[in-house]
């Protein structure tokens, strides 16, 4: 596979449960991202990696928990979300975390939480 | 607070015609803006980007158009088409921090009617 994959597309969970997000990215780069894009709103950026550290973190609720083995995998882990943390979740990947890097996205996982 | 306003929120554009997509911000140390595209299903891909060192930059039917004075930015889409129906992003941010993303819009969605 090339580019940025995510997985699974699309993911139906109650409040109580605890799910995934995988991202993998095949293009060698060394900075990934997790991003929330809502309806009518901004793409919001929630974390960055950059060789695998931590770089970012824009004030994200514990809820949601990044983890970044290498520099080709990306997981956002979830537990007890609410109704609102619906939406679309991208993950991207660029050459270096700095701005100018263009940044690869992924389709992304629709996340719906009943 | 929102960084980069943009507008309009959505546009109807004949074949062939002329899309305009605005962009304003605040902050004068960003230094670094691009338009990103997405379509249905897919994420974000960078179209164009430019610096504050020019005030144009075009890539075959597309030009960014800057104005520092203003601290605003758009992209122009001549000749317009239909296969350029997708949802607009512009985006600005200081190229010199590590780690600091990008500041999308809220985005622009554009239909060209055949």
């Known amino acids: 596979e090339t580019g940025v994959t995510q997985t699974p597309r699309h993911l139906v969970m109650g409040m109580t449960n605890k799910k995934s997000l995988k991202c993998e990215q095949h293009?060698?780069?060394?900075?990934m991202y997790w991003y929330k894009q809502s309806a009518k709103k901004p793409l919001e950026l929630m974390f960055v990696y950059n060789f695998k550290e931590q770089t970012e973190n824009n004030s994200v609720p514990s809820r949601f928990s990044p983890e970044c083995p290498n520099s080709s995998h990306l997981f956002l882990h979830l537990h007890t979300l609410q109704p609102e943390d619906s939406a679309l979740y991208l993950c991207a990947s660029s050459p270096s975390d700095r701005p100018s890097g263009e940044q690869y996205f992924g389709p992304g996982t629709r996340l719906t939480v009943t | 607070q929102q960084q980069v306003k943009q507008s309009p929120q959505s546009l109807i554009v004949q074949k062939g015609g002329i899309s305009i997509i605005n962009c304003a911000y605040e902050n004068t140390a960003f230094d670094y803006f691009p338009w990103y595209q997405q379509f249905p299903g897919k994420g974000p891909a960078l179209l164009i980007a430019i610096r504050p060192d020019v005030s144009e930059k075009k890539e075959g039917r597309f030009t960014i158009s800057f104005n520092k004075s203003a601290k605003q930015f758009s992209l122009h889409i001549m000749d317009s088409q239909p296969g350029d129906s997708a949802t607009y992003f512009c985006?600005?941010?200081?190229?010199?921090?590590?780690?600091?993303?990008?500041?999308f819009g809220k985005g622009t969605s554009l239909l060209v009617t055949p």
């Open positions: 293009l060698g780069h060394n900075a």
């Open positions: 985006a600005a941010s200081i190229d010199s921090n590590s780690g600091y993303a990008l500041n």
